[in-house]
């Protein structure tokens, strides 16, 4: 048998990286455990089960909304509602979002990436919008 230690090492980077990319959260389903209407935010879990546990809760998780122009100029604002067992989609961000809620722009003030602690909630999944 012939050793590659090029191959080893090419092997274990892959293996790393594979490893990385799998613990970056990008999107993914959630299921909303409660809401606060006067914050905007809601506590989510996640549908995916990645390990034996289930997924932690992830808190404070901000809610878009809308705005609309109307026919006669008005300015609509619509934040959305939840309600505990809606299936919303959850994105997380490239960087941390805290410090940028306020609409300035600023340097992250933690160093995560693509973490679950930087979701925001973009929209409710079909099957919680049924009326059945």
Do not use: W
């Not at 012939?2 to 293996?15: H, W, Y």
């Not at 990436?113 to 009326?131: F, Q, T, Y």
Request: hydrophobic share 40%; net charge negative; with cysteine.
């Amino acid at each position: 048998m012939t050793i590659d230690p090029a191959g080893d090492l090419a092997r274990l980077i892959d293996m790393v990286i594979r490893k990385r990319l799998a613990e970056a959260c990008v999107a993914f389903p959630c299921k909303v455990l409660s809401f606060d209407e006067s914050t905007g935010t809601a506590t989510v879990q996640s549908l995916f089960q990645l390990s034996e546990q289930a997924p932690s809760p992830v808190q404070n998780v901000p809610v878009t909304g809308h705005k609309y122009r109307m026919d006669n100029g008005e300015i609509k604002k619509v934040p959305h509602m939840l309600e505990p067992g809606d299936i919303v989609f959850v994105a997380c961000a490239d960087r941390q979002i805290r410090d940028t809620l306020q609409g300035a722009v600023t340097q992250p003030s933690s160093q995560r990436i693509h973490d679950r602690n930087d979701a925001v909630i973009v929209g409710v999944m079909p099957c919680s919008l049924s009326d059945s």
